[in-house]
């Protein structure tokens, strides 16, 4: 497509709850992001891929949060067990070229608002 | 501590004044800055970006400006619009850290008719 899709726009969550979260980059991007955003706030980074190897997961709050990407294209956010804190827009963004020489914007999918009651 | 603070939780104009948005950091080492429009329910949308040895950039009606010494950056929009409301967000993209981008709190543009 051409841009980026996330899946599914809305998600309700029961507290405890695993939730799948998709993204489709745009076709041929190297780089893959996941953020968290938090009302009235800017996204905060979770984790990166560079193709399939996720090069840096330094933002992923707890290890209730895991991300992959197998092929190097889409990518699925897990988190186990959710709370309450984890209610948020997840925003996945890709980017054409690779770690270290992005001079260009990432595109961002319209993100998915994941409610945990 | 490290901090991006976008000065304005809100910034209400009149159509076809200048907006002008302000982006403060400290404690950072920038490679470049960008900036995004984000529209609610939206992901952020690019606009512009600013290389740390750039002093101004340009974009039709934007114009962005970046001193490294003052840690502060300029976001401008000449001839403002009704459709130019949004929340404008502020990234910095790191010499420390090549893989990804920390974004501002953001600004939220009303312009008025």
């Known amino acids: 497509g051409a841009g980026v899709s996330q899946s599914p726009r809305y998600k309700v969550a029961k507290r405890g709850q695993d939730v799948a979260l998709r993204c489709d980059p745009i076709?041929?991007?190297?780089?893959l992001f996941w953020y968290q955003q938090a009302l009235g706030q800017g996204p905060e980074f979770l984790t990166y891929?560079?193709?399939?190897?996720?090069?840096?997961k330094s933002g992923l709050p707890s290890d209730r949060f895991f991300a992959e990407r197998p092929e190097g294209s889409v990518s699925t956010l897990k988190i186990q067990r959710t709370q309450q804190e984890d209610s948020a827009v997840y925003l996945c963004?890709?980017?054409?070229?690779?770690?270290?020489?992005?001079?260009?914007?990432?595109?961002f999918g319209s993100g998915t608002r994941l409610t945990v009651v | 501590s490290q901090k991006i603070e976008q000065n304005s939780e809100a910034l209400n104009i009149q159509e076809g004044k200048t907006a002008t948005l302000t982006c403060n950091y400290t404690?950072?080492?920038?490679?470049?800055l960008q900036w995004y429009r984000q529209d609610p329910g939206r992901g952020p949308v690019f606009l512009l970006l600013?290389?740390?040895?750039?002093k101004e950039k340009r974009k039709e009606r934007l114009k962005v400006t970046f001193d490294t010494t003052l840690k502060q950056s300029l976001f401008h929009i000449t001839a403002s619009q009704p459709a130019d409301s949004a929340t404008y967000l502020c990234?910095?993209?790191?010499?420390?850290?090549?893989?990804?981008?920390?974004f501002g709190s953001g600004t939220r543009l009303s312009i008025r008719p």
């Open positions: 990234a910095l993209y790191l010499w420390s850290s090549a893989s990804k981008i920390i």
């Open positions: 891929f560079q193709n399939e190897a996720q090069l840096d």
């Open positions: 600013i290389r740390e040895n750039e």
């Open positions: 076709s041929g991007h190297v780089s």
């Open positions: 404690n950072y080492s920038p490679a470049y």
């Open positions: 963004a890709s980017s054409l070229v690779g770690q270290g020489t992005a001079n260009y914007g990432y595109t």
